[in-house]
């Protein structure tokens, strides 16, 4: 699994194993965990990859690795039960809410989904959702990245000093800030505003400390190089600084995207008129008008297509990052 | 401020180009550090001013001392959000913790499907709690999911979200359905350091997997414990998405929660001071609990 970063502590481990283990393990041992979890497939005693670096004397026995299985089942199934629940109600009739009947996978319909797509509402929030998220992303990956850069390579009188009052704000909880915040957005007049919505999401201290810390990890000499070549700081900022840090950017990038998506309390506050609401909000308010059931389910199913496929698609990212630096999810 | 005006004496010493150098980077900084000063440093420090002002938006703010904080003490609506918030705290934090646990001790080894049991678990973790509580809303009514299963179970029946006992816990399922994810994959990167040879060694003494969970596994994810604790019930202090959409604060607010009261009175009744009370007193009450738990898990080295 990606989660086993501990290279030393593997290649231990594969060489206790040997004792007990097939040969395919001795073969591998020293390699980074996750190539060898990849080229293996089920090993010669048919057993599947559970065997390899656990000693023989951990291993679980028959009953307990049913047992696991069947503990793990349920609470897999009773942990997706919402979304399935939620998928399915959202193709049905109005009305169709009894349980269990409504729950089974028949007489579906799209008539929520036209209701929902069809009407002014939904689609405005959605466009609102994605300029919040993506203008968010970007924004933030771009300050975080310069800041990051400077704050990691650069001496400048200060450095520390701000570097460590940045970091300071990640313990200033949202709800002391917020209501300040708000009375500053509505005096520059940018209630109802994207950019009263999106500028104070950028000022985030945790994506720069956790660009710093990367690009911190970066050799000088990679940058020198290029000074000496004669590129600008311009040049080197965009030719060499932003590949380099394309893994720290997935990740970060990953989690501000979520974070944005998600965010309900701020656009609450901000987008006070219909046209100016993101998704969350606006199912909410959905919820409050008592529209049908499977029409709202239907706008969460819409809301919730993206974040899944971020999630698939840069899952790895979100598991790695968790495990790595314990952003928050 | 001190730093930058010291700053011309410092670069004259380091010559040209480390004055560049200088400024290239105050110039890289630069973006960052005005949003900074715009939407953390100053809204930091107002928030904490604003806490001592009768401010509403409308008239300038005058100073009126603890006023907000005797009209807090006196509140009976600040100790039933209170009341609830720590009641939600209290079901949320431990069963999110023992849930992460269990679940990340039996994914701990890798076999086939561990991968996919993991993104199962954290799939909730990403899921914003507004959508998720749509349908919660539907799991939790009269003759929902919920209420079936709980008539087969001997529990208590009917929607559990209309009932004032019953809501607390409603809503903490929710949010410990919606967390537990996150911590899993916390514990399973700091299992990762659980030394095998005394787990092996522990086998051969013929300690059982309690013993073994106790003495060899448990102090070694110490410190993502506590790390688990404070986040989890930072979190859980400032719950407000779940009881926005699910219950309004209702019923009677019996689900009325501290940021929602910090919501109502900034946001419907303007009474920005007020508000900024209730903020400032939810974070000492967070800082209070860290330290507990700071003490308590450091304790028991």
Do not use: C
Request: charged share 15%.
């Amino acid at each position: 699994m990606s989660l086993d970063t501990h290279g030393t502590h593997e290649a231990r481990e594969a060489r206790e194993v040997t004792v007990t283990e097939s040969p395919s393990v001795v073969a591998v041992k020293g390699r980074p965990p996750r190539s060898r979890l990849r080229s293996r497939g089920r090993d010669r005693f048919g057993a599947g990859r559970e065997q390899d670096t656990v000693p023989y004397a951990l291993r679980g026995t028959r009953r307990g690795k049913v047992l696991r299985g069947v503990l793990l089942g349920v609470v897999a199934l009773a942990t997706i039960f919402p979304f399935y629940a939620m998928v399915v109600l959202s193709l049905k009739p109005s009305g169709a809410v009894e349980f269990p009947g409504s729950l089974l996978p028949w007489n579906l319909t799209t008539s929520a989904y036209s209701d929902v797509l069809g009407s002014q509402d939904v689609p405005q929030w959605l466009i609102n959702t994605l300029i919040y998220s993506i203008v968010g992303v970007l924004g933030t990956l771009l300050l975080s990245a310069l800041a990051g850069y400077a704050f990691a390579k650069k001496r400048f009188p200060g450095r520390e000093a701000m570097f460590w009052s940045f970091l300071s704000m990640v313990m200033v909880p949202y709800h002391v800030t917020m209501i300040p915040t708000f009375v500053l957005i509505a005096k520059m007049n940018g209630v109802d505003t994207y950019w009263g919505l999106i500028l104070p999401s950028l000022a985030n201290a945790q994506a720069v400390f956790l660009m710093r810390q990367f690009i911190q990890g970066l050799p000088d000499e990679l940058f020198e190089a290029a000074k000496i070549d004669g590129a600008s700081e311009f040049q080197i900022f965009v030719r060499i600084v932003l590949p380099l840090i394309k893994p720290i950017m997935a990740t970060l990038g990953t989690f501000v995207f979520l974070w944005h998506w998600n965010d309900f309390l701020w656009p609450l506050i901000v987008g006070q008129s219909t046209d100016m609401r993101t998704l969350t909000v606006g199912i909410a308010s959905l919820q409050q008008q008592n529209v049908p059931l499977n029409v709202v389910l239907a706008g969460s199913v819409v809301a919730f297509v993206p974040i899944f496929m971020a999630y698939l698609v840069g899952q790895r990212y979100v598991t790695e990052g968790v495990a790595a630096t314990g952003i928050k999810g | 401020m001190a730093a930058v005006a010291e700053q011309p004496r410092r670069l004259r010493r380091r010559g040209p180009h480390a004055r560049r150098e200088a400024r290239i980077g105050l110039l890289f900084v630069l973006p960052a550090f005005v949003l900074f000063v715009l939407f953390r440093f100053g809204p930091s420090i107002a928030g904490v001013l604003l806490g001592f002002t009768d401010y509403s938006l409308m008239d300038s703010p005058t100073f009126t001392g603890l006023d907000n904080f005797t009209r807090l003490w006196d509140d009976p609506v600040f100790w039933s959000s209170l009341k609830v918030t720590v009641l939600y705290t209290v079901i949320t934090v431990p069963g999110t913790i023992v849930a992460a646990m269990g679940l990340a001790l039996l994914t701990r080894r890798a076999f086939r499907g561990s991968k996919l049991f993991r993104s199962i678990f954290f799939l909730p973790v990403v899921t914003s709690l507004v959508l998720a509580s749509t349908v919660f809303i539907w799991i939790f009514s009269t003759d929902g999911p919920w209420s079936t299963v709980m008539g087969w179970v001997g529990g208590h029946t009917g929607s559990w979200l209309a009932d004032d006992v019953f809501v607390v816990p409603a809503l903490a399922i929710v949010g410990i359905w919606s967390r537990f994810g996150y911590g899993m994959l916390i514990l399973l990167a700091s299992l990762q350091n659980v030394p095998r040879e005394l787990e092996e060694a522990a086998l051969t003494d013929g300690a059982g997997p309690w013993q073994r969970f106790r003495y060899i596994i448990l102090p070694s994810l110490k410190p993502a414990l506590f790390f688990l604790a404070v986040i989890e019930t930072t979190a859980s202090f400032q719950v407000f998405d779940a009881v926005y959409v699910m219950t309004g604060g209702g019923p009677a607010n019996a689900s009325y929660t501290l940021v929602f009261q910090l919501y109502d009175a900034g946001f419907k009744y303007f009474d920005l001071g007020y508000a900024s009370a209730i903020g400032l007193a939810l974070f000492v009450l967070t800082l209070i609990v860290a330290v507990i738990q700071r003490l308590v898990i450091g304790k028991e080295k």
